[in-house]
């Protein structure tokens, strides 16, 4: 069995709360994610393929992920 905080990188997304402030649109308008915030910190959660694209299309906006 493979270690679960592997998927959980492929699955999900946290940044600082207001990281995603001035995007065009929702990020969950324009992926078929989650937006979870929580304590300061946002979780942006989805499969593997909507993550991949959801983390491209923030690098592209210049948004530094971890």
Known sequence: MGDPSRYRDSTQIVLPAGALDGLDAPLDERFTVTL???DGVVRIIGSPVEIRA???YLARQG???P
């Open 36 to 38: 979870f915030e929580r």
């Open 54 to 56: 959801a983390s491209d």
């Open 63 to 65: 948004i530094s992920l």
